[in-house]
């Protein structure tokens, strides 16, 4: 009765010889459950980096819109006159524009925001209208490591002139 071997499936667990056909399952199996929830991880963090900025693009644009409707024809002295040609400025260069717009941040990097002001009516005479556009690109970690492009983003506020 030597010779005679029980089953896999019947050798008891504490038994030395049970866990050899399995050493490097475990192994793999750990390595893509790991892996899958990395990727969900670092899915779930772009997923959120890309709102905020999507969420900090609207909002330069209705701040931009708010500061240029009292920068009208009628704002001298108080205020500098902004248009009606116009401008489009990176917010990280020195112009008035720009340093207006810095507070309004959240700490992004601001060279990767471009503000466009627009005065549809052609003039900056109170009740006319302005347009501000904010374009940005954002690189999630997934697409730097799949070597897919970035993520276009804009956003447009129009109001009317006050002063």
Not at 127 to 145: E, G, K, M, N
Request: glycine share 8%; net charge positive.
């Amino acid at each position: 009765m030597r010779n005679s071997r029980l089953p896999h499936s019947q050798i008891p667990a504490w038994h030395p010889g049970r866990g050899r056909c399995r050493r490097g399952a475990t192994t793999l199996e750990t390595a893509l459950v790991v892996g899958a929830w990395t990727m969900v991880f670092v899915g779930i963090f772009d997923a959120g980096v890309t709102t905020m900025r999507g969420n900090t693009a609207a909002h330069l644009a209705r701040q931009a819109a708010r500061m240029t409707i009292v920068r009208g024809s009628q704002a001298a002295p108080e205020l500098p006159v902004w248009g009606p040609t116009t401008r489009t400025v990176n917010l990280a260069d020195t112009s008035e524009i720009a340093r207006t717009m810095a507070p309004h941040l959240r700490g992004l990097n601001a060279s990767s925001f471009t503000l466009k002001l627009e005065w549809p009516d052609g003039n900056n005479n109170p009740d006319s209208r302005v347009r501000a556009t904010v374009t940005s690109a954002y690189q999630p970690v997934i697409t730097q490591l799949t070597g897919s492009g970035s993520i276009p983003m804009q956003a447009q506020c129009t109001m009317s002139i006050v002063h």
